[in-house]
């Protein structure tokens, strides 16, 4: 049996060459190219659009937002002391500087007086000379009183004994044994005692009034006197010049050695106990401020509360332009900040409830603060935004977006020119 073979492939004829299969190679590599073409052109971006694929979002929040007039200022005395030479001297030292900080009754410095000295022993002087004037006085007076009242008893005594001479007088001439002539010398001798007795008491009375008003003078003479020493013995006790107030030394007026009339200014001292703060603001900001505001200071990292107390009339020249100064006072007793100390201020001009806001971000500045990239899905689109007040880290919304909106607040700088840009989910940062 002739064996045939399982597949029989019809033989070509002798000569003719072999055909190849162009039209299967053709559909298989159209299908390839579909397969790797299509998808491309189907997935590849967009010309148009920005992929985003790390950000940071934030929600639109309701609340209370404080609009504030915000500077700073520094801590200025309300009180300032100043200490003034009580006589012409020399400064004889310093024991403080400038800035030091000193307690009331501290000793700052000394001075020396050689015209003080001079004056001190001419009062102790006058004093001693006054005193033995009116020592003198009252001795003599005393002397003169004692002699007064001698005389005064010679004369009633002289008074008594021509009166008796007169009743004897009388008996002996009622019975003839005198003439009238004597009788009449008898009652002349009485007559003139009597007068002699009234006129001691008199000058003695008025001797004696004399003599008080002499004395009071003379105790007045030795009273100034004493007064005047007192006076100037101050002034030397003023020599030790001592700090009027708690307090800063802001300024040594005198330095060591030199010479200083009376009342001239030595140096000055601010309390430190009554102390407030001002600040000078853009006129524009001060024009939004009244006495009475409520303000939030801070000194050295802790917190005050305050308010205006006065706002300056008249504007002065700043770096950027017209300043105004303002002046804030603390609402509690303030102790232990130092005059000079720089402070943040913040004044509150409004108040708003309810109000729409975000957190500021970089998004602000690289929007140019007039829109925002609202996230929708995995798409975010430019949505024109108009902004309000600040307060600290929040920033208000006026128009343009509803409480709830997801907003990209990261930077806009890549993208600031893309009406839409499309979001990786994976890269959002809330």
């Known amino acids: 049996m002739k064996t045939e073979p399982i597949v029989q492939v019809r033989s070509r004829p002798k000569g003719e060459k072999r055909r190849r299969p162009w039209g299967l190679l053709a559909w298989v590599g159209g299908v390839l190219v579909a ?31 404080v609009d504030y007039v915000r500077g700073s200022g520094s801590v200025v005395p309300r009180l300032e002391r100043t200490i003034l030479s009580p006589v012409e001297g020399t400064l004889a030292e310093w024991l403080v500087a400038e800035g030091d900080e000193v307690t009331e009754g501290a ?27 009116l020592d003198k006085l009252r001795l003599e007076q005393d002397n003169a009183a004692r002699q007064e009242t001698v005389d005064l008893e010679t004369a009633r005594t002289t008074l008594q004994n021509v009166e008796a001479e007169l009743n004897t007088t009388r008996q002996l001439f009622d019975i003839g044994n005198v003439s009238q002539n004597d009788l009449t010398t008898a009652e002349q001798k009485v007559t003139q005692a009597r ?15 004399a003599r008080a008003l002499a004395i009071e003078e003379a105790q007045l003479e030795l009273e100034q006197a004493q007064s005047n020493l007192a006076d100037i013995s101050e002034k030397q006790t003023q020599l030790t010049l001592t700090a009027p107030v708690s307090g800063r030394v802001m300024k040594l007026s005198a330095t060591v050695g030199q010479t200083v009339t009376a009342q ?13 703060v001002v600040a000078k603001l853009p006129e524009a900001q001060a024009s939004r401020l009244s006495v009475g505001q409520v303000a939030n200071l801070k000194i050295a990292d802790v917190d005050y509360k305050g308010s205006v107390v006065q706002i300056s009339p008249n504007a002065e020249s700043g770096q950027n332009g017209p300043v105004v ?20 201020v913040e004044i509150e001009v409004g108040r708003k409830d309810d109000a729409l806001f975000l957190p500021r971000g970089a998004y602000l500045s ?31 919304v006026r128009e343009g977006l ?14 600031k020119d893309k009406a839409e840009i499309e979001l990786v989910t994976e890269g959002e940062i809330q």
């Open 35 to 65: 397969l790797t073409v299509v998808p491309f052109f189907i997935l590849r971006p967009r010309a148009d659009t920005y992929t985003l694929r790390s950000y940071e979002t934030a929600v639109v929040e309701s609340g209370t937002l």
């Open 107 to 133: 000793t700052l410095g000394t001075l020396t007086s050689k015209t003080l000295g001079q004056e001190v022993a001419d009062a102790e002087k006058e004093v001693q000379t006054a005193q033995l004037n």
């Open 195 to 209: 007068g002699d007795v009234e006129n001691k008491t008199l000058s003695q009375q008025n001797a004696i009034s």
């Open 264 to 276: 001239a200014l030595l140096a000055t001292v601010a309390s430190s106990q009554d102390v407030r």
């Open 325 to 344: 100064p303002v002046t804030l006072g603390f609402d509690s007793v303030t102790e232990g900040i130092r005059i000079g100390a720089s402070s943040s």
């Open 366 to 396: 690289t929007g140019g603060e007039r829109f925002v990239y609202l996230v929708v899905g995995d798409t975010a689109t430019r949505t024109e935004t108009v902004f309000g007040l600040v307060d600290g880290n929040n920033v208000e």
């Open 402 to 415: 509803e409480l709830g909106d997801k907003v990209i607040i990261s930077s806009y700088e890549a993208f």
